[in-house]
């Protein structure tokens, strides 16, 4: 079966004004099938955002460039939509939670009128049509799309939604906003969601609401993107997962089999430091040093300075992806050891 989403070979990098060039992301590969959730982890500044935006190609240009690969959503490559093809598709078949809602909100229009706006752009070719009462199905009227938002905005946690409606982004909290961020991601039931720390401006209680939400989309046959940095909502979440680590995907499977057998030294390194697998009394444990800034990578393996099991070859060359069934990993010890 052909995946909803294949990324294949994607290569990202920004360039200053001066000419000087920086890798972002380096050759990624990932695929999604209809109704799975694919987790993307890894530390920040490893590109894991970067490989969002450019699904829905919201990198600016310049400074950011795709210089390479392919992405096929449904059999298309998106890579090389027109413009205006392409917005028919995002916030429509394709949708996005963002990282920080104040950037993606517009400062000068109310709540309301920005939710009813992103619900009747596509009003007959989104799946939002097939998910209201038959009555309420084509093209909706401002004051159905009104009501429709307003009853979002309830359904993600956020008082007073009437009211809510008539403000602007500045006038509610950091977490009111990722919840307006959400709805409106939420609401139009794309085919694909991508959700990129959809959840860290939220208490404890509206994140689990929010991922009870978000378990229904997949009822709805909804796939899903999940970027966080947080393994225990991987392993709630998510069908597989992919590891990425300095601009490359260094480790994927399905969770269930890379939890329980972690094969390159980072996804080990993630999985050692979840606070619940730690016992009382004992020291958390860290993982050395820091990521390193694009365009400054050691030469050979990229995690080779942090790593407990590097030798000679791990500084020298630098390791490609194998490939063991449906496990691949950036590291020489999979090749040893497939």
Known sequence: ??????????????????????????????????????????????????????????????????????????????????????????GNAISMIFQEPMTALSPLQRIGAQLVEALRMHPTTSRTVNNLPPNKRGNLSRREAWKTAEGWLTKVGIPDASERMYAYPHQLSGGMRQRVMIAMALMLYPALLIADEPTTALDVTIQAQIFDLIRGMRKKDTSMLLITHDMGVIWEMCSHIA????????????????????????????????????????HLPAIPGQVPSPGDYPKGCHFQDRCHYAFDRCRQDHPPLYCHGDRSIRCFLAEENP
Do not use: W
Not at 16 to 35: C, F, H, M, R, Y
């Open 1 to 90: 079966m052909k995946p909803l989403l294949e990324i294949q070979n994607v290569s990202v990098s920004f360039r200053s004004s001066d000419g000087d060039v920086t890798p972002a992301v380096s050759n990624v590969s990932l695929s999604i099938q209809k109704g799975d959730v694919l987790g993307l982890v890894g530390e920040s500044g490893c590109g894991k955002s970067v490989t969002a935006m450019s699904i829905l190609r919201l990198l600016p240009t310049p400074p950011g460039q795709i210089d390479g690969g392919s992405i096929f959503y449904e059999g298309e490559d998106l890579l090389q939509l027109p413009i205006e093809k392409m917005q028919r598709i995002r």
């Open 243 to 282: 590891v990425m680590y300095a601009s490359e995907i260094v480790e994927t499977g399905t969770v269930d089999k890379v939890f329980k057998d972690p094969i390159h030294p980072y996804t080990k390194a993630l999985i050692a430091v979840i606070p619940g697998k730690v016992l009382p009394g004992e």
